[in-house]
């Protein structure tokens, strides 16, 4: 059973259209994080969030967190070609006494020109 | 800052052998933790270290194994290699590990071919 579930796994849409990418858990985190890896490189860090309700912006991408921290999105407007890759979100708890990051399956997205 | 440096980028093993994978962390952190990432089962956790002690352990087996050395630098090791061993190998380096808050920054990866 995946403890992080990501959805949709697979996206394909044309440049200029918005997108929301959802990411959801019955488990409650101490913090969520959100990754974008490209073909052949590790996963980069784009954004930690922790507080319940909280929303961050990063220039086009729009990421909350949800008021009870079991679940977050991320919302990207006017998708441009370099948005494409996948995204990961990583939730943090609390497991055998030391903080442990749980990664969610992952959402590949495709822009088209 | 130097990133997060794997080596080798590439390995193509035969079943049976055994590998060892490098990972140096961006330097001042001392928390490096290994994924194994597989199109199937997405990022699993492999292991954390943290000042040259596995501080948080996955559920692989006892093939899987790695260490810390002083200076940070980590190594994996997989004995008695399985097909089913192909994968990405991701290292990932945080100042203190274990804090979600963090982040953690990943290196390339090491792409292991077990034929």
């Known amino acids: 059973t995946q403890l992080l579930e990501q959805s949709p796994q697979f996206l394909s849409i044309q440049e200029g259209e918005n997108l929301t990418v959802y990411c959801n858990s019955s488990?409650?985190?101490?913090?969520l994080q959100w990754y974008r890896q490209e073909p052949g490189e590790g996963p980069v860090l784009l954004v930690t969030?922790?507080?319940?309700?909280e929303v961050k912006k990063l220039k086009r991408l729009t990421f909350q967190f949800g008021d009870a921290r079991k679940d977050s999105s991320l919302h990207i407007t006017a998708a441009q070609p370099g948005d494409t890759g996948l995204y990961l979100c990583?939730?943090?708890?609390?497991?055998?006494?030391?903080?442990?990051?749980?990664f969610g399956q992952g959402t590949r997205l495709t822009i088209n020109p | 800052k130097a990133g997060v440096t794997q080596t080798p980028r590439y390995l193509i093993k035969t079943r049976g052998q055994q590998v060892t994978l490098s990972c140096s962390p961006i330097?001042?952190?001392?928390?490096v933790s290994w994924y194994q990432q597989t199109p199937g089962q997405g990022l699993q956790f492999l292991f954390e270290?943290?000042?040259?002690?596995?501080?948080n352990k996955g559920n692989f087996p006892g093939r899987f194994s790695g260490r810390q050395f002083s200076n940070s630098r980590s190594e994996m090791n997989v004995s008695t290699l399985e097909l089913g061993d192909s994968a990405l190998y991701l290292c990932?380096?945080?100042?203190?590990?274990?804090?979600?808050?963090?982040?953690?920054?990943f290196g390339s990866g090491t792409q292991l071919s077990v034929l």
């Open positions: 990932a380096s945080s100042l203190l590990g274990g804090d979600g808050a963090a982040g953690l920054f």
């Open positions: 488990s409650v985190f101490s913090s």
């Open positions: 969030v922790v507080t319940g309700g």
């Open positions: 990583a939730g943090a708890r609390l497991f055998q006494g030391a903080q442990k990051l749980v």
């Open positions: 330097s001042g952190h001392r928390s």
């Open positions: 270290y943290f000042s040259e002690t596995q501080r």
